[in-house]
């Protein structure tokens, strides 16, 4: 797997090695020992979550304030837009943003450590997303700040009107957010 850093340096795009022929394709989409080598720290992961929605579909900008979730995130059917959301105070790169578009296609992985807010954006006509989290879900530390923020400025692509759940209508302004 080659493991690349991003314009934040702690978010890394993970690209697996990938074995096709006549019959189609392997990978390994996932191998403990080389992932814990490529973030330089140990982990371990507690959920798995997968997640289908339609094009135009905006999931985000989520985090948890306690019990705060790493994501190994990929996708196996579609595309999306996948952004992070640095929301560590301490930070040089705190209320900075990256981008990266996954697809079943291309493969590629999205590690987005703790201390980010991520969200993202459906390009295909489905898409399916499935990522690893370091902690369980726990609704009662769960936030969300707004996918349209004027000061984060998110650069989505395309949007024509992106369908956002109530919970996520209602995210909260950077302003008003609280970080890490």
């Known amino acids: 797997m080659k493991v690349v850093p991003l314009s934040i340096p702690e978010v ?21 020992a080389a992932f814990e080598r490529s973030i ?23 985090y948890q304030l306690h ?4 994501k190994l995130v990929r996708v196996v059917v579609g595309e999306i837009f996948d952004v992070a959301v640095d929301i560590r105070r301490k930070s040089p790169t705190f209320g900075k943003w990256v981008s990266q578009v996954l697809s079943a296609e291309n493969r590629r992985q999205v590690w987005i450590p703790e ?7 459906v390009l295909s006509d489905v898409a399916e ?3 690893k ?6 609704p009662e530390f769960e936030r969300c700040i707004a996918w349209n923020d004027s000061f984060l400025n998110v650069e989505w692509p395309s949007l024509n009107k992106p369908i956002v759940s109530i919970k996520d209508k209602q995210g909260e302004s950077w302003e008003c957010a609280e970080f890490y």
């Open 115 to 121: 201390g980010f807010a991520h969200g993202f954006l």
């Open 40 to 62: 330089g720290r140990n982990i371990s992961f507690a959920q798995d979550n997968h997640s289908r929605s339609n094009k135009d579909v905006l999931r985000g900008l989520h």
């Open 12 to 32: 890394l795009l993970v690209e697996p090695r990938v074995f096709e022929d006549e019959r189609g394709f392997f990978f390994e989409s996932f191998n403990q």
């Open 67 to 70: 019990r705060p979730q790493g």
């Open 133 to 138: 989290a370091t902690d369980y879900y726990a």
């Open 129 to 131: 997303v499935l990522y």
